[in-house]
């Protein structure tokens, strides 16, 4: 096979050669780095100036770029996760040195866990202090990039102006190579101010290679399949990123394989169809069921904590794995592991199977659900399942929701019908607070055409209060929706049924009404009965809303203790 692939390179126009060779005047390393980010496709930036970033930042006046301010660097950072979630493209999050960095760590621990393509360019102090000497320069670190190294796919750093371009795009190819994940930057303050005079960065490309499966083990995969008595399909986020759940639709329905979903894999499957188990994963009869398939297919997921009901599932049959991240095959249940690329996978799968007929599969399923809904009806939490089903029909189908983590989510991970696919996101990877508000106002900077739902409980909501300036000034189209319960009430549940009592998680908070509508945000107090409602006239007015549900609410019992 030739590797010459010197005649499809573009040739450039003798205009573009004259343009090359009289780059325009006034540019900067800053300008190297928007040039870059244009070239490769990116349109929409976030982030948060500061001293030794601002070489970058003047840039973005020159550019074409469409930028994001948020008001703190990690909420920044759960916005351009949300952004890259949602577009699966590349979500440029450009950050100061030092503090400003550091305080984007959450985030981008939360983008790596759910695989989110985010590329953190952060500024660096000038070159003559890199090395680990101690310069006393403002913002200094020892090794700032090694305290991102265990939580990104690659750092990146940058000493002269004519490395920007290349590494930019090895950054970005990074990002968005299957899984996609956050990556790392960094530029001295003097490469972003000093002048260039290199030619103006056109087309880039960083196309990330195909992650095929490899045919024997398809081979082998598409014969047990074939062959199940009780096959069953766990389908997580992966194969929501990897656009796949058509093609999963297509496998169940030639199996007759009941799926569930994960947490993160919302969305994958429709909730109604007759071979859905929905995404009860922490109720004993899902795993039960899922215990007895003698080949289990897990595509994109795995297994961690919340998707094995808290690593109590323990398969009897063969389980066929499909990651893309070679870390996880096989990390929690011996399997046969196959690398690839969830759509890649399940395309070949479904060349290669044989079509299954089971009658009983849809009873055997209806069976399990209605076991599920016995088990919860026999608790009395008619109050959280009515909020769920108010949302549910409050929110249009295809608009996007961003949960925090609190009480309302947890639920809304088993019983929310997710009705399109890349539509329900939670900070469920990492599981930090803060994330629903400034992910949301990420997914709307990525699409205003509809309106987009944040959840948050009351200790959440504190972390992005700030962030209502930043969803006023863009005018960005989220209904925030606040449960208040007075404190951290998921903690409060855990310590009292730990120790006794609670200690802790009781909190002092604000009027939410009174502080949004001091940002100039509109806000209602709503009650369960009112909610659905309040939420429909938040979602059809345009800009940012917020609707405080003053309400206690209860988790279902697990079944894993």
Excluded: C
Aim: proline content about 7%.
């Amino acid at each position: 096979m030739s590797h010459d692939h010197h005649d499809e390179r573009p040739q450039l126009t003798p205009e573009q050669i004259a343009a090359a060779l009289n780059p325009p005047g006034g540019r900067n390393g800053g300008d190297l780095v928007v040039e870059t980010l244009q070239g490769l496709g990116a349109t929409t930036v976030f982030g948060l100036p500061g001293q030794h970033a601002l070489g970058m930042f003047d840039a973005l006046r020159r550019s074409s770029l469409s930028y994001v301010g948020l008001r703190v660097e990690n909420n920044a950072g759960f916005a351009a996760d949300a952004y890259g979630r949602i577009t699966g493209e590349v979500a440029p999050l450009l950050l100061s040195t030092g503090p400003g960095a550091l305080t984007s760590l959450a985030a981008l621990q939360e983008a790596a866990a759910a695989s989110a393509p985010v590329l953190a360019i952060s500024s660096q102090i000038p070159t003559a202090g890199l090395g680990g000497g101690r310069h006393g320069y403002l913002h200094e670190l020892r090794d700032q990039k090694a305290s991102f190294r265990d939580i990104v796919k690659s750092v990146h750093t940058i000493r002269t102006a004519s490395q920007i371009p290349s590494a930019i795009a090895a950054a970005w190819e990074s990002a968005l190579s299957a899984p996609h994940g956050p990556v790392w930057i960094e530029i001295p303050q003097d490469v972003l101010l000093a002048e260039t005079t290199l030619p103006v960065v056109t087309a880039m490309d960083a196309t990330p290679p195909v992650l095929h499966p490899r045919p024997e083990l398809t081979a082998v995969a598409a014969h047990l399949l074939s062959k199940a008595e009780r096959p069953a399909i766990i389908a997580g986020g992966g194969v929501v990123r990897s656009d796949a759940s058509g093609k999963l639709l297509a496998l169940a329905e030639k199996l007759d394989a009941p799926v569930v979903t994960t947490f993160g894999g919302k969305g994958a499957f429709p909730w109604e169809h007759p071979l859905s188990l929905q995404s009860w994963l922490e109720d004993r009869h899902t795993t039960d069921f899922l215990e007895s398939a003698d080949v289990l297919l897990v595509i994109g997921s795995g297994l961690g904590e919340l998707s094995s009901n808290y690593h109590t599932f323990a398969p009897r049959g063969r389980v066929i794995q499909i990651e893309a991240d070679a870390g996880k095959l096989e990390s929690n249940h011996p399997a046969l592991g196959i690398h690839a690329d969830a759509r890649e996978a399940l395309a070949d799968l479904l060349d290669a199977v044989d079509r299954r007929e089971d009658p009983s599969a849809p009873d055997r399923v209806r069976r399990v659900i209605e076991a599920v809904r016995d088990r919860i009806a026999g608790q009395e939490l008619t109050l959280e399942q009515r909020l769920i089903a108010s949302v549910r029909q409050a929110l249009p189908d295809t608009s996007p929701s961003f949960w925090d983590m609190t009480i309302l989510a947890y639920w809304a991970w088993s019983a929310f019908d997710a009705r399109h696919p890349n539509t329900m996101h939670s900070a469920q990877g990492a599981g930090g607070l803060g994330y629903g508000f400034p992910a949301a106002l990420g997914a709307a900077a990525a699409d205003r055409t509809k309106p987009v739902l944040a959840v948050s409980g009351d200790g959440g909501a504190m972390y992005s209060i700030a962030e209502l300036a930043t969803a006023r000034q863009y005018d960005l189209p989220v209904t925030w929706l606040i449960v208040d319960d007075g404190g951290y009430g998921i903690l409060r549940e855990y310590m009292t049924g730990a120790f006794g009592e609670a200690t802790a998680t009781e909190l002092s908070r604000p009027d939410f009404v009174a502080l949004a509508g001091s940002f100039g945000v509109p806000a209602v107090l709503t009650t369960p009965e009112s909610l659905a409602d309040d939420l429909a006239k938040s979602f059809a007015e345009p800009g940012p809303s917020v609707v405080v549900l003053p309400a206690l609410l209860r988790m279902f019992e697990p079944t894993h203790l």
